[in-house]
């Protein structure tokens, strides 16, 4: 089975995007889709950027240890707030902190607002970012407006059906770009140790 991490990129008070982190931890958990876990960068408590881990003289174990969980998952869905048209800057400091992690990783990014366009000015900042870094960007979102009435603190929608339908084509992409990525993976073994398909 696949490993997936949800990245829960918002560490204000009261914050409302945990709550779509925990509905498509819940969507997935349900079907057997994936093994999963959250990473809440609210429990993560990061120091400021100050230098790539590879090149950190002494790295915190909880570093080490969120860069050990990046590696080994199969693909990453982004759970993210709009703050000024922009997304937050813990997650900001997370991208940054690490490099070799994203590289060809699958990654599927959710965005909330508490207005009506879903957080949709985000995309264009966080995608660009994403692929400077050379994450491979899956061709759906996950879009939730107004998401205080939306979904619960538990994550759990107030409109079932139209939740899991999206969240079906959205983890769906990322299930699928988390195959091919892993069929280049032994592909490119294959060349790379002489062997035949």
Not at 70 to 82: L, N, S, W, Y
Not at 124 to 152: Q, R
């Amino acid at each position: 089975m696949h490993k997936i991490v949800i990245i829960s990129s918002s560490i204000r008070f009261g914050r409302n995007s945990h709550r779509v982190a925990q509905f498509l931890y819940n969507y997935i958990v349900e079907r057997s889709l994936a093994d999963i876990e959250i990473l809440d960068l609210k429990e993560c408590n990061f120091p400021i950027f100050e230098e790539r881990l590879r090149s950190l003289p002494d790295p915190s174990p909880a570093v080490l240890e969120v860069s050990g969980k990046i590696k080994k998952a199969d693909g990453v869905i982004i759970v993210t707030p709009e703050y000024n048209g922009g997304y937050p800057a813990s997650l900001k400091n997370l991208i940054d902190l690490l490099l070799d992690e994203w590289k060809r990783k699958p990654i599927a990014v959710a965005t909330v607002s508490k207005g009506q366009f879903g957080g949709a000015h985000v995309i264009t900042s966080l995608v660009f970012c994403l692929w400077k870094i050379g994450a491979i960007v899956v061709p759906a979102t996950f879009a939730v407006a107004k998401v205080e009435t939306a979904y619960d603190a538990n994550g759990s929608p107030a409109n079932k059906e139209v939740s899991d339908s999206i969240a079906k084509s959205f983890a769906g992409e990322l299930l699928w770009c988390i195959e091919a990525t892993s069929c280049m993976k032994i592909s490119a073994q294959m060349q790379t140790t002489g062997t035949e398909a």
